[in-house]
């Protein structure tokens, strides 16, 4: 379909500049109320959300009737041909169309949209039905030869006949499938959990968040009906674009997930994010350290406005540039003018300076087709209008997800030395040291030898792959833009990988890189909200790929102090450890209410601190054990003064006690906390934490 009219946007880099914060009440009060009644005449006219005819008057009407009439022009490149007949073709003609057909699959990474009765300029002029059943023959022999499959996904009508769309999708490998990744986001309560549950499960909620169970990783979780942990799931589509998840008979909710990927042609990888404020680090570690293609904002149709951690999402999606739809959740209980609410000030977010979107709301297949389309230029945001419990409009939702188109990007780092961006580690019985993240660049396989790094020192370690899965399947390779697992070894048999050697934030690298570790970095940021100004000596928490640490601002270009709204090319020192990072790479700072974005354009590799943030900052550190150790065991700790302690941390820690003589050591950090770790023989290691006059047992480790 004809992508809808886009309006430029003039301030990208300022997303949340200008979105002025207002709850849902004023929201209310801004909009017009409808009558909820059987007999209300919007009702009648547009359906039973009462919407349609009154938001059209927001959407651009002549871009919209557009759409069945004209298409875009035919481009040279990417995965969309038109064809204004193929009835019969000579055979050496039907070779140069198969031909073409390789190079349309090419594009888009196995799969291919032909428009079947459409001129190269985009005019619509439909056929005959026997010279369109005829085409399609032709189009169905050529998928044939490429070992594709074509399906007729929509017809519409020209002046002289019906033209049709046709999805051409490569048939399943082992070793290729287009792999989409979709990042889950919005407020708490908006119900991601028991959407990405009923998508990926095929069974309807109960109303009372039963779909969830299906996907929540802790028990608390269970407990408190709020996600605290990125989750991930699968969702699997055939070559004819029917969802493989559901499966036939009995078994359908025991499909795993190699019976998925295996019999896929395009697998979406879904990542369900935290909506509460409290856990809003770890969504902000899934946007940047996973690197969604797209995102999905689920937004309560309840609430008659937009609010809580609606906003601050959709500003970090705009900020790392990922293109954003949204589905409007709970439409079963919700009533005309409530929903009326929501989506008037949906749209109005959508439409502010620095935003500068275009909402199009999806009722029909034709909307699909178009939105898919022009998703991908970051422009439009298609938004769906839906319900887990009656099932309402959830099959224009999978339809959507099954031609969402694979980002180009990837395509192009393929051919790259490898680089993957390690977000988690484990420890494998039987195998040993795992780690999973998403490969930026290149390929990685079996038997390669590869550089893991940095550690705290910003060295790299030679080791070995042994083994790689994708989504749970054992693979022997695996290409850019795929989320995988990798078992490790060291290069040298007397060496050994245990997990505490890895940690969040370190790549897995080609020798051929020559990857260095920098202290300091320069980058070009934008303040988006900060209450007073920024100086020299500011330390925000950065989060750029899966790198997530502590830096203190050391230079602001030409400016003095840093407020609201500026921009400037400043630099960053890395307070704990040093870091691999990557040019042109995305960053995101936080500290309290302080946000900001921006891009890294220079790293410093040759240059080092006089002295290391902790001694700067401690007289006296760990005094009873190495330097070395003092200083890892330092850095696992010192998220203590940012409130950042888990079970990780906690684990990390104990296996560095461990090396520490029986006595135990004490780590002081400044103003904040005493963290003592303890090696008790025959018990493992105690490490208690200690803050002002209270005390308290952080935990142990056996």
């Known amino acids: 379909m004809a992508e809808v009219t886009t309006r430029r946007n003039t301030d990208n880099n300022d997303p949340l500049k200008n979105m002025r914060k207002h709850d849902g009440n004023t929201c209310g009060q801004e909009a017009k109320r409808v009558t909820s009644g059987p007999t209300s005449p919007v009702m009648e006219a547009s359906g039973p959300n009462g919407l349609d005819k009154k938001l059209c008057r927001d959407i651009d009407i002549s871009a919209l009737t557009s759409l069945m009439e004209h298409l875009p022009p035919e481009n040279d490149d990417g995965n969309h041909e038109y064809k204004r007949q193929l009835v019969e073709p000579e055979p050496s003609r039907f070779q140069e169309l198969v031909t073409q057909m390789k190079y349309r699959l090419a594009e888009g990474q196995g799969e291919a949209l032909y428009e079947v009765g459409v001129e190269d300029d985009g005019t619509v002029r439909g056929l005959t039905p026997e010279d369109l059943e005829k085409s399609l023959e032709t189009l169905f022999a050529m998928a044939k030869e490429v070992d594709a499959v074509a399906t007729v996904v929509m017809e519409r009508t020209g002046p002289l006949g019906k033209a049709a769309t046709v999805l051409v999708r490569a048939q399943p490998s082992e070793a290729e499938h287009v792999e989409i990744r979709v990042a889950i986001c919005g407020n708490v309560d908006s119900g991601k959990s028991t959407l990405l549950g009923v998508l990926t499960k095929g069974v309807l909620d109960n109303g009372r968040g039963g779909a969830r169970l299906q996907v929540f990783r802790h028990k608390h979780e269970v407990d408190s009906g709020r996600t605290s942990a990125i989750s991930q799931q699968v969702l699997g589509f055939s070559p004819t674009g029917e969802v493989l998840n559901y499966g036939d008979g009995l078994d359908v909710h025991h499909r795993s997930w190699g019976d998925i990927v295996n019999q896929s042609s395009k697998v979406l990888a879904f990542f369900d994010l935290a909506g509460h404020e409290r856990y809003f680090k770890t969504t902000l570690f899934g946007l940047t350290g996973h690197l969604p293609d797209y995102a999905m904002l689920l937004v309560d149709s309840n609430r008659g406005g937009i609010i809580g951690m609606t906003r601050e999402h959709l500003g970090i999606c705009l900020a790392l540039k990922v293109p954003v739809f949204v589905v409007i959740t709970k439409t079963d209980v919700c009533s005309a003018h409530v929903m009326e609410q929501t989506v008037q000030a949906l749209f109005k977010l959508l439409k502010r300076p620095g935003v500068r979107k275009l909402p199009v709301l999806v009722r029909t297949a034709e909307d699909v087709m178009s939105a898919s389309r022009a998703i991908s230029s970051g422009a439009v945001v298609p938004i769906f209008l839906a319900s887990c419990v009656t099932g309402e409009s959830l099959d224009l939702l999978r339809s959507f997800l099954n031609h969402l188109p694979a980002r180009k990007e990837w395509l192009e780092a393929q051919g790259s030395p490898a680089r993957l961006h390690i977000d988690d580690s484990y420890t494998v019985q039987g195998v040993g040291t ?269």
């Open 434 to 702: 795992v780690v999973t993240g998403t490969l930026m660049a290149g390929r990685v396989s079996q038997g390669t030898s590869m550089l893991l790094g940095p550690d705290t020192n910003g060295q790299f370690k030679e080791v070995q792959v042994k083994s790689v899965r994708n989504k749970r399947v054992p693979v022997k390779s695996s290409t850019a833009g795929q989320t995988v697992a990798v078992a490790l070894k060291c290069k040298h048999a007397r060496e050994a990988l245990k997990r505490h050697d890895v940690r969040k934030g370190m790549v897995l690298v080609d020798r051929a890189l020559n990857p260095e570790a920098v202290w300091f970095f320069v980058a070009e940021v934008v303040i988006l909200v900060h209450p007073t100004t920024m100086r020299v000596g500011y330390t925000p928490v950065i989060h750029t790929v899966t790198v997530r640490q502590a830096a203190r601002l050391e230079m602001i270009g030409d400016h003095e102090v840093l407020r609201t709204g500026d921009r400037a090319k400043v630099t960053f020192q890395f307070l704990y450890r040093p870091e691999f990072l990557v040019l042109g790479s995305h960053l995101v700072f936080r500290e309290g209410r302080t946000k900001g974005i921006g891009t890294i354009v220079e790293v410093q590799p040759g240059v080092k601190p006089s002295k290391p943030y902790w001694k700067n900052h401690s007289s006296h550190l760990l005094k009873k054990s190495p330097p070395t150790q003092n200083q890892e065991l330092h850095c696992e700790h010192a998220a203590l003064k940012r409130g950042e302690w888990d079970g990780d941390r906690l684990r990390r820690a104990a296996a560095l006690a461990h090396t520490l003589p029986d006595r135990g050591a004490e780590i002081a950090i400044p103003d904040s906390t005493l963290v003592t770790c303890t090696k008790v023989p025959a018990h493992g290691v105690k490490l208690r934490a200690r803050q002002g006059k209270s005390s308290e047992v952080a935990g142990s480790h056996h």
